[in-house]
């Protein structure tokens, strides 16, 4: 590791990356403790005390939403957006057009996107400062605005400094921003932890059987997310004039987890509404909804499988065009060996995505639902070790390390990863 990390610092270019990297991320980290003027955040930290959708929000925003900074909503916004105008490129023909022009198209989504996660974090944050005004120390329309365009200020700023990351540092800057919120509570559960140890509330053995699980889940996490379904392809000679093209054979790779978190994050948002909203409502049929769909009860974790098991298809069946993907390898000559081309490829192809994506959806909803058991099972209650951060931090961190060690062996260095 040590060698890796040498090969790094003698390329000029990388190492300006990495450092620019951890200077943004040191932006980051400063702007979470920078209060939102006229809030008592004392009061909204008593938010965070149950399950609920601000504990999910607060994770991704590395802390900031319990302490109500001006980095309060992340850069959740635009993941929003980036998720809305994905869809979207698949109805609306001319995002469709835009997303196969390249890059002036691709320069055509980012704008819109942009205006989108202004207009939606704008939404977000009013919904915010009105439903959290009790926490205003002087509530009115003018303070609430006020609290509205400071977050969205926020959001914005987090947006470009994401962007700046993409193009002079390192890996996508929007997943580094979450990466880095999610790391940055992992010195505060090892205090946790080591408190719990000094005052003999938690055992050795309960302390080690936690980080073997926590260890098994991330090779699981990791060998499912390197998992993939290779295609063969089979490209026909063809002779233009006096050269021959084509005669080679390459492969389709088919993910196992083609949607990555994002059913895991919808389906947390859709069972966490209930509560979130029931917080605000002082109805008793309206609490006892709330009670069925706490967060670890039996009936939110078996929903909760189910509707990651949904939303893992739905996903993948919107942004996987398998029609598209046979119609371009027959317009260039490539053909599956003993599939025709055309329809035939298409229903084979069809068929494998089908069930190699349930495998990944049971993988997604067993890597969700197994934090609630590992308290149980540990003894150790207070720590967060979530599923859906662990999926965020570790693919994160291994498309990162992809785009060194091509960057490293670009310049004809010992590569990074061995």
Known sequence: ???GLSNVLKITELRQKVVFTLIMFLVFRLGTHIPVPGVNASVIEQLFTQGNLFGLLDMFSGGA???????????????NASIIMQLLTVVVPKFEQWSKEGDEGRKKITQITRYGTVVLGFIQAFGMAFGLKVAIINPGVGSILLVAITLTAGTTFLMWVGEQITDKGIGNGISLIIFAGIVSSLPGG???MFEYLSAGTISIFSLLLFLIIGLAMIVFVIAIQQGQRR???????RVVGRKMYGGHSTHIPLKVNQAGVI???FASSVLMFPVTIAQFINVPWVKTVAEWFAWGTPMQTVLYALLIVFFTYFYTAVTVNISDMAENMKKHGGFIPGIRPGKPTADYLDRIMTRITLAGSIFLAIIAILPNFIGAITNIQGVYFGGTALLIVVGVALDTMKQIEALVLMRHYQGFMK
Do not use: E
């Open 1 to 3: 590791m040590l060698a």
């Open 65 to 79: 939403l319990s302490k109500f900074s001006i980095f309060a909503m992340s850069i959740t916004p635009y993941i």
């Open 190 to 192: 090892i205090y946790t």
């Open 231 to 237: 295609i063969p392809v089979q490209y026909a000679k």
């Open 263 to 265: 059913p895991i994050i």
